[in-house]
């Protein structure tokens, strides 16, 4: 099997993206895309990507990962307001026609999510089946708040050890399940260290700023009839049992308003789960397995 490569793509206004790209080239199996959370990159994919590239769901998948713009190894955008769903949605657009995508299964994590029930409405034949971690039509106002106390504002840590010790302090709570080779995959997610030792967040730091325009003390709204675009393709809900974003009852609803929408909840984690416990893998291979087995 060989390694993952990078592909750099240029979106519909030149900015250079950058996508993960592992499996075969030429397979008669729906590849798979996955597409991370706001501040996330493609790098939280990989335990995911190496086992369908291997062949756990039905056969060896090409797997396709994202940087959106701003993130991991993508170009940050010199104007912070083009960090929008829209924007993102049309580099996703531009990313897969570079490749020659023309349909797939959809794993998306938190703000992944949301673009796969976009793509309901901007691109339905592209769908053959969705994953959505951690996230519906509905969002929880204490996790958005969560979430925005901490965007871009983590100190940078000296070492490893340091950046574990924080992630530990800010997000331990809700991921008791996590050890510590959870917590260094998560770091350096989140970390990069330079050349010259020091460490840097892996996303722009004006991304923060896109939350900073959320009301939190006014209805947040939802996305009901987008998700219900859905309704063509089968669907997997993971949820952390610890999520202050997709609460219980949503994921309830989201079940009862779509006729194929399945669930599977990680025990011990919060909003996101990573995506790298045996379990979560397995049903993710299972479920992609059963929408695309072709």
């Keep these: 099997m060989s390694p993952a490569q990078s592909h750099f793509i240029s979106a519909p206004d030149g900015l250079r993206l950058h996508a993960r790209v592992q499996g075969p080239a030429l ?12 501040t996330r990159n493609s790098d939280d994919f990989a335990p995911l990507a190496e086992r369908l590239a291997q062949g756990a769901a039905g ?13 991991g190894l993508s170009e940050h955008d010199p104007d912070w307001r083009n960090y929008d769903l829209r924007v993102e949605n049309a580099d996703i657009l531009a990313c897969l026609a570079a490749l020659e995508i023309g349909e797939a299964v959809i794993v998306g994590t938190s703000r992944g999510g949301l673009h796969a029930m976009l793509f309901a409405a901007t691109r339905p034949t592209l769908l053959r089946g969705v994953v959505l971690n951690d996230i519906g039509p509905a969002m929880e106002a204490q996790g958005l708040a969560r979430i925005r106390s901490y965007v871009g504002k983590l100190p940078a840590p000296r070492d490893w050890e340091e950046a574990d010790a924080l992630l530990r302090t800010t997000m331990g709570g809700r991921f008791p399940a996590l050890d510590a080779a959870d917590w260094r995959a998560y770091a350096q997610g989140v970390f990069a260290q330079g050349p010259d030792g020091r460490f840097s967040l892996r996303y722009d730091l004006p991304l923060m700023r896109v939350l900073e325009g959320i009301d939190l003390d006014a209805p947040i709204p939802a996305a009901w009839p987008q998700f219900e675009g859905l309704a063509h393709v089968p669907v997997l809900a993971i949820r952390g049992a610890l999520s202050d974003l997709l609460s219980e009852a949503t994921l309830a609803l989201m079940q009862a308003r779509h006729p194929r929408c399945e669930a599977h909840v990680v025990e011990g984690q919060g909003h996101a789960p990573l995506l790298r416990d045996d379990p979560t893998l397995a049903r993710i291979a299972e479920f992609i397995a059963a929408a695309a087995p072709h």
Excluded: I, K, M
Aim: hydrophobic fraction near 30%.
């Design 27 to 38: 397979s008669d199996l729906t590849p798979v895309v996955c597409l991370p959370g706001l």
């Design 59 to 71: 056969g060896p998948r090409r797997v396709v990962s994202l940087d959106y713009r701003g993130r």
